[in-house]
Structures are given as C-alpha cells and as structure tokens.
C-alpha cells in the first residue's frame, strides 16, 4: 500500500484518441497499473496511475493535453469478500472520505489492485497500515 501520483487526462471522447495515448506511453516505455475513464457529453476523464508519472505528465504537456495531478492510494489487496468494506470502514471511523474508486482483479487472482482518492491520502495510509 502506498501514496502514488494519478493523472487525469481530459480527451476528446472520439474513436482512436484513447489509442494514441497508449501509443505514446508504449513509445516512451511508461506501463499502465491502473486506467479509468468516464465520459461526458463532449469529453472523457481518463485516470490513470503509471509507472513514470512525471515523464508521462511532461509528454502530455507537451501535446497541450488538460492533465491534472492528484495523490492517490494504490493497494495491492486480497481478492476476497469483505476486503473493501474493511478498507471503508477504517476511513469511516477515522473521518477520511472516499471521493471516488477503481480496481480490477482476474476471477482467479489472490490479488487486485485499488485505486483510492481519499480526502487525506496521508491520513489514510496511518489508518489502514495500523
């Protein structure tokens, strides 16, 4: 578990734009731990947590791409029932609110990734570490 860097990228929401921002981070070697994406009318909001996020935020800068940078938590969790609810409980007694989350996990893993923006990132990593 760990505090790490996520950026949200605010694209076009057209056919191939998704793939080109693959492309450059393919190009310049940057791996994707974890992506999500909502869409609004015209745009989409694309978070991602990379492994060089200071690279990949000078590479988006330098196309004239809206990024924005916010601290979020990264677990590396168990893939069982109850695991999050044991996460949201803790940040409840401990007053952190959970403004939004994302995760993935194979069927057959023992493990899946979380994404968490909380409303103290710091807070929270004390709380969930005791």
């Known amino acids: 578990m760990q505090i790490t860097k996520q950026l949200a ?25 974890a992506l999500s994406i909502s869409d609004t009318v015209d745009h989409s909001v694309v978070r991602m947590v990379l492994s060089d996020p200071q690279k ?37 007694v401990a007053k952190v609110n959970i403004e939004y989350a994302y995760c993935a996990t194979s069927p057959n893993s023992k493990k899946g990734l979380l994404i968490l923006r909380v409303s103290d990132a710091k807070k929270a990593l004390k709380v969930l570490n005791s």
Do not use: Q, W
């Open 9 to 33: 990228l605010f694209l076009e929401n057209r056919p191939g734009t998704l793939a080109r921002v693959c492309d450059a981070l393919s190009k310049e070697k940057i791996n994707i731990y």
């Open 56 to 92: 990949a935020l000078h590479l988006f800068e330098e196309h004239g791409t809206l990024v924005v940078e916010d601290d979020v938590l990264m677990i590396d969790g168990d893939n069982k029932p109850g695991s999050l609810a044991t996460i949201a409980h803790k940040l409840s």
